[in-house]
């Protein structure tokens, strides 16, 4: 059974950083894709970051790049996303997901396993 767990969000001001990490379990994490993705209230869920299976490839939204950077340890089973110079509309639940293609993926479609999110909240 494939699980996907964030670490805990937060509550940050705006302008600073914060990391999330997401640790996979139940399948072979260096096989896949991963992923972060957000939603907002009332917002549809939006993707942020993706990185192929060999961390080798990422890509980035423009309302994002250069802020943010997903990354992973395969050893350990784990994606990170750094977040920096944070903006109150970057405020939603933290998703991160898992694509079997082992590709950079871009649609939500793509994505077979996902995570229960986690909330950041950035105050201004």
């Known amino acids: 059974q494939v699980q996907l767990v964030e670490s805990r969000g937060g509550l940050v001001q705006a302008g600073g950083s914060l990391r999330l990490s997401c640790v996979s379990s139940?399948?072979?994490?260096?096989?896949?894709?991963m992923g972060w993705f957000r939603q907002a209230p009332g917002k549809e869920r939006e993707l942020v970051a993706a990185?192929?299976?060999?961390?080798?490839?990422?890509y980035y939204p423009d309302s994002v790049k250069g802020r943010f950077t997903i990354s992973r340890d395969n050893a350990k089973n784990t994606v990170y996303l750094q977040m920096n110079s944070l903006k109150t509309e970057d405020t939603a639940v933290y998703y991160c997901?898992?694509?079997?293609?082992?590709?950079?993926?871009?649609?939500?479609?793509?994505?077979?396993?996902w995570g229960q999110g986690t909330q950041v909240t950035v105050a201004s």
């Open positions: 139940g399948h072979a994490f260096g096989d896949y894709g």
């Open positions: 990185i192929n299976r060999s961390g080798g490839s990422t």
């Open positions: 997901a898992a694509a079997r293609s082992g590709w950079v993926e871009v649609p939500r479609r793509a994505y077979e396993y």
